[in-house]
C-alpha cells in the first residue's frame, strides 16, 4: 500500500503564491506516477499536474506556465508550486499516486482546500 499526506494549501490573494506538498510512505518503491487533482464546489475531479518515475511531466493547460510539479526521491514528496493564483484555482486539491503493476492501483491523500480572494 502507498499512503500520501498533503500539506500547505491555504488563503491566497490573487495573484500569489502557494506551494503544496505531499509525503508519500508505504511501499513508495512501487509508486509509477505522482500527481495533483482538484475539485471545486459543483465540479468534477480535474488532472493538475503528473510526474512520472523518469521525471516527465504532464499540465492542464489552464496551470500551464504558472504552476510546477517537482519530486524529490530522497524524501519521497511530491511538491506543486502554484504562482500568479486566480480566483479559479479555488478547489480542494488531491495528491494521487499510482502504484503497483497488472493492475496498477491508485491512492489519494485526504486532500488541502486552496482558496484564491479575488
Known amino acids: 500500500q502507498v499512503q500520501l499526506a498533503e500539506s500547505g494549501g491555504g488563503l491566497v490573494q490573487a495573484g500569489g503564491s502557494l506551494r503544496l506538498s505531499c509525503a508519500a510512505s508505504?511501499?513508495?518503491?512501487?509508486?509509477?506516477?505522482l500527481g495533483w487533482y482538484r475539485q471545486a464546489p459543483g465540479k468534477q475531479r480535474e488532472l493538475v499536474a503528473v510526474?512520472?518515475?523518469?521525471?516527465?511531466?504532464n499540465y492542464a493547460d489552464s496551470v500551464k506556465g504558472r504552476f510546477t510539479i517537482s519530486r524529490d526521491k530522497v524524501k519521497n514528496t511530491v511538491y506543486l508550486q502554484m504562482n500568479t493564483l486566480k480566483p479559479e484555482d479555488t478547489a480542494v486539491y488531491y495528491c494521487?499516486?499510482?502504484?503497483?503493476?497488472?493492475?496498477?492501483?491508485?491512492?489519494w491523500g485526504q486532500g488541502t482546500q486552496v482558496t484564491v480572494s479575488s
Open positions: 494521487n499516486a499510482r502504484w503497483g503493476i497488472a493492475p496498477e492501483r491508485n491512492s
Open positions: 508505504g511501499i513508495v518503491s512501487s509508486i509509477n506516477v
Open positions: 510526474i512520472s518515475k523518469g521525471g516527465s511531466t
